[in-house]
Every structure is written in C-alpha cells, then in structure tokens.
C-alpha cells in the first residue's frame, strides 16, 4: 500500500525499493485527492490500473467462478467466518478517519 500523502519523490522510492510494477487506485481516488500529478510520473515506472475501468471487464460468470474458488479454497483450509456481532461493515484500509470515529462510536 502507498501513502500518497508521502510526496513524489518517496513514493517513486518506495516503488524502486519495493520493485513496484503494478499500482491498483480508482479514478475517484486520484481525482478527489487532487492526485493526477503525481499518477503520471509513476506511469513511468509502473503500470497504473483504475479499479473502476477493470470493474466493467468482469462478468457475472469470472464473478462466480471466483466466489466458489474461494469458498473452496476456505473449507479446505478449515477457514470458518464468524459473524460480525455489531453487524457493522468490516473496517476498510480505505476508510476514511470520519468514517471509522462513527464505527467506534456505534461500538461504544
């Protein structure tokens, strides 16, 4: 994961040191976050992939074909889901700060 918030330069860096060469954001990302100067340099060194564009190249069948891969690959590894106890959707690491205070608090 990138913190954009880091700057141009470390993050470049940090692409090198990770050997970064694919970078997955979404295009409401880099447009509220005022980020399109900062895609086109890492174009350079990797390849840029909007969620939201690779969404409409997954049909209904790669859709299902996955969910029973995974729920496959689970019951062979013994992974069982327990439910959530607050019925609060799980935290996301692209959740914003407001967004997780109102979490908590709905715990409290």
Same mark, same amino acid.
């Given at each position: 994961?990138?913190? !954009?918030?880091?700057?141009?330069?470390?993050?470049?860096?940090? #692409?090198?040191?990770?050997?970064? =060469?694919?970078?997955?954001?979404?295009?409401? !990302?880099? +447009? /509220?976050? =005022?980020?399109?100067?900062?895609?086109?340099? *890492?174009?350079?060194?990797? =390849?840029?992939?909007?969620?939201?564009? *690779? /969404?409409?190249?997954?049909?209904?069948?790669?859709?299902? /074909?996955? !969910? *029973?891969?995974?729920?496959?690959? +689970?019951? +062979?590894?013994?992974?069982?889901?327990? $439910?959530? @106890?607050?019925? *609060? @959707?799980? @935290?996301?690491?692209?959740?914003?700060? $407001?967004? /997780?205070?109102?979490? #908590?608090?709905?715990?409290?």
């Amino acid at each position: 994961m990138l913190n !954009f918030s880091a700057g141009p330069l470390n993050i470049g860096a940090a #692409c090198h040191a990770a050997e970064t =060469k694919t970078i997955l954001t979404s295009t409401a !990302f880099v +447009e /509220r976050g =005022k980020l399109g100067g900062l895609i086109e340099p *890492l174009s350079r060194r990797a =390849k840029i992939v909007y969620l939201d564009e *690779l /969404r409409t190249t997954i049909s209904g069948f790669d859709k299902l /074909r996955g !969910f *029973l891969a995974g729920a496959t690959q +689970e019951r +062979e590894r013994g992974v069982h889901r327990t $439910p959530n @106890p607050n019925n *609060l @959707p799980a @935290p996301s690491t692209t959740s914003s700060i $407001p967004a /997780r205070r109102r979490q #908590c608090q709905a715990i409290a």
